[in-house]
T-cell receptor, first 113, second 116 residues
């Protein structure tokens, strides 16, 4: 089955700097890759997603890149702000029927003022 | 829209007790699922449903039961609670059901369960 790895597990950056989180997946049939942000005590919330027919997607300060050949995708956050501090999860899905997602273990991002 | 709601927020059980975690969505989503979240392990799929009357097992289904009698509700039943089921449980839903591709999942606020 699918296996998703995520690095780093923790990341601290200064406010205004960029943050990059990387994920790798094992199933070449995976075709949908969302990123979720989880704040303390809350459920995960989608922040950006990418499908396998696209190499890059941007939404204001957030971007995701996908390398299908290498089977990895990355989340880029520019001009980080204290409110970006949270746990970020990547996920991969190949199952058009059941939409079964496999999640990475998460990255705890701390943005220091 | 209230989105995805879960009750209770917190629950403490003794080993062997049974209980039902409630999940409801008001977005007319076909797909609903249950995950458990444990430290350092991300979210793992327990059971899912692609529509009323249709359920299937995920990665970690043992000890849990589900049913989907309506589009809105997807309860998760713990048959005989064990300490290994101590976790945070999230319900999620998305619009697309069978055969229409993966879509954005909306998560509920979670239920924190402790089994003593």
């Amino acid at each position: 089955g699918e296996n998703v790895e995520q690095h780093p597990s923790t990341l601290s950056v200064q406010e205004g700097d960029s943050a990059v989180i990387k994920c790798t997946y094992s199933d070449s049939a995976s075709n949908y890759f969302p990123w979720y942000k989880q704040e303390l005590g809350k459920g995960p919330q989608l922040i950006i997603d990418i499908r396998s027919n696209v190499g890059e997607k941007k939404d204001q300060r957030i971007a995701v890149t996908l390398n299908k050949t290498a089977k990895h995708f990355s989340l880029h956050i520019t001009e980080t702000q204290p409110e970006d501090s949270a746990v970020y999860f990547c996920a991969a899905s190949r199952d058009n029927y059941g939409q079964n997602f496999v999640f990475g273990p998460g990255t705890r991002l701390s943005v220091l003022p | 829209n209230a989105g995805v709601t879960q009750t209770p927020k917190f629950q403490v059980l003794k080993t062997g007790q049974s209980m039902t975690l409630q999940c409801a969505q008001d977005m007319n989503h076909e797909y609903m699922s249950w995950y458990r979240q444990d430290p350092g392990m991300g979210l793992r799929l327990i059971h899912y449903s692609v529509g009323a009357g249709i359920t299937d097992q995920g990665e970690v289904p043992n000890g849990y039961n589900v049913s989907r009698s309506t589009t809105e509700d997807f309860p998760l039943r713990l048959l005989s609670a064990a300490p290994s089921q101590t976790s945070v449980y999230f319900c999620a839903s998305s619009y697309n059901g069978a055969g229409r591709g993966a879509d954005t999942q909306y998560f509920g606020p979670g239920t924190r369960l402790t089994v003593l």
